[in-house]
């Protein structure tokens, strides 16, 4: 009986140790994940980017030494500065952060580089944020006057048609950035931008993975229907600065279930939509100006066209009613815009029309004229 009763005891020990060991070993699971950065794709945690998006405008703060910014450009070198705005519940919240110029032309050209700000990730750690802890600002670019700004709301528009069409696409927040001069803080600038969602956390989001450096990809490997939006996109915005062969202005990513390739495009200010007085005319497509399109898509068959172009069909009135709503972007401009987008739409639905071939060489010949937005029955006040 004692025997028993001992073998008993020692089955419970032993079973206690188990469960005590498994204990043990999810506790040092959790803490390798947490220590190496765990992302929160399971929205256990908020995202840095997630507390600045809002559909609302939000005003955010920078104080560093600008001079010193200005003169580095080149460098990429960091420095440190101040961030400061109001979360999605009201509480201000104020970040030191790392910061410095990034881009290639904009960075050559504009009077004000593009930024890249990279937060401590401890500190978000203990401020409950994930650990994505670096994010884009789009500037305004052009001092003086009020054309920087205007391009950057147009910028920003683009990507939220994007959005519109897939989700395979960058969110974004508009921002209006007050610049302050941490040496003469008396002094600042306020202006528009654009903070974009880390790459990072787009494919997280998106169950994939980051594909670097991923120039001249197999076609077969690559979502056709996907690739073939974002030429559609880029095409109804005028965008031809972009390549999937030469990896230019697109992100790669990888989907973890099909394993197929999806582009991610960024970077629209050389499209005609945006049409910057800095952009150029792109030298090999033989165009007069930044207005004119070409499409830029891989050859897809015409169920992927039709089903695509049914899509943006689909999505018409609410693509024009984010320019025309949009009260930042001034009167002129979003008449140019909203014209612009429907001319495209004109140019789809004669493709659609055109039986002398396959959607794919339809579009490539196909021409129509751009449109004139009149004020006809348009509330745009």
């Known amino acids: 009986m004692a025997v028993k009763i001992n073998k008993a005891i020692h089955f419970r020990i032993s079973k206690m140790k188990n469960i005590f060991t498994l204990i043990l070993t999810l506790i040092f699971l959790i803490n390798i994940s947490m220590a190496n950065g765990a992302d929160c794709v399971d929205n256990s945690c908020q995202s840095l980017f997630s507390d600045f998006r809002s559909e609302e405008l939000v005003r955010l703060t920078i104080t560093t030494n600008i001079n010193r910014l200005l003169e580095n450009r080149k460098k990429a070198t960091y420095q440190n500065a101040t961030v400061e705005w109001k979360s999605a519940n009201g509480n201000t919240v104020t970040l030191q952060a790392d910061i410095r110029a990034r881009g290639k032309y904009r960075n050559r050209v504009c009077d004000f580089p593009p930024i890249k700000l990279k937060f401590s990730?401890?500190?978000?750690?203990?401020?409950?944020?994930?650990?994505?802890?670096?994010m884009k600002l789009v500037t305004h670019c052009i001092d003086g006057g009020e054309e920087g700004n205007q391009n950057v709301i147009k910028e920003y528009l683009a990507y939220r048609?994007?959005?519109?069409?897939?989700?395979?696409?960058?969110?974004?927040?508009?921002?209006?950035?007050?610049?302050?001069?941490?040496?003469?803080?008396?002094?600042?600038?306020?202006?528009?931008?654009?903070?974009?969602?880390?790459?990072?956390e787009m494919a997280a989001r998106l169950n994939a993975d980051i594909k670097k450096d991923l120039y001249n990809p197999n076609v077969e490997q690559i979502n056709a229907s996907i690739e073939n939006k974002m030429a559609l996109f880029n095409y109804m915005l005028g965008n031809e600065d972009y390549s999937t062969v030469a990896y230019k202005n697109i992100e790669w990513i990888q989907d973890k279930t099909t394993g197929k390739l999806i582009p991610v495009p960024y970077d629209f200010d050389f499209s005609g939509f945006v049409n910057p007085?800095?952009?150029?005319?792109?030298?090999?497509?033989?165009?007069k100006s930044n207005k004119e399109r070409k499409f830029l898509g891989l050859p897809v068959n015409d169920n992927i066209f039709n089903a695509n172009i049914a899509k943006f069909l689909a999505k018409e009135k609410k693509?024009?009613?984010?320019?025309?709503?949009?009260?930042?972007?001034?009167?002129?401009?979003?008449?140019?815009?909203?014209?612009?987008?429907?001319s495209f739409y004109t140019k789809?639905?004669?493709?659609?029309?055109?039986?002398?071939?396959?959607l794919y060489q339809s579009i490539l010949q196909v021409d129509v004229p751009v449109e004139k937005e009149g004020y006809y029955g348009h509330p745009l006040y």
Request: hydrophobic share 30%; proline share 2%.
């Open 161 to 200: 048609m994007y959005n519109e069409i897939t989700d395979y696409s960058f969110r974004v927040q508009l921002v209006e950035v007050e610049y302050i001069d941490a040496q003469h803080p008396e002094t600042s600038d306020i202006r528009y931008g654009i903070i974009i969602e880390h790459k990072k």
């Open 348 to 358: 789809l639905r004669a493709v659609q029309k055109n039986d002398s071939g396959s």
């Open 319 to 342: 693509i024009v009613q984010l320019v025309r709503k949009n009260r930042s972007l001034n009167l002129e401009q979003r008449l140019e815009a909203i014209s612009y987008i429907r």
């Open 121 to 134: 990730k401890k500190e978000l750690s203990e401020m409950g944020y994930s650990s994505y802890n670096k």
């Open 277 to 287: 007085s800095y952009a150029r005319v792109p030298s090999s497509s033989g165009h």
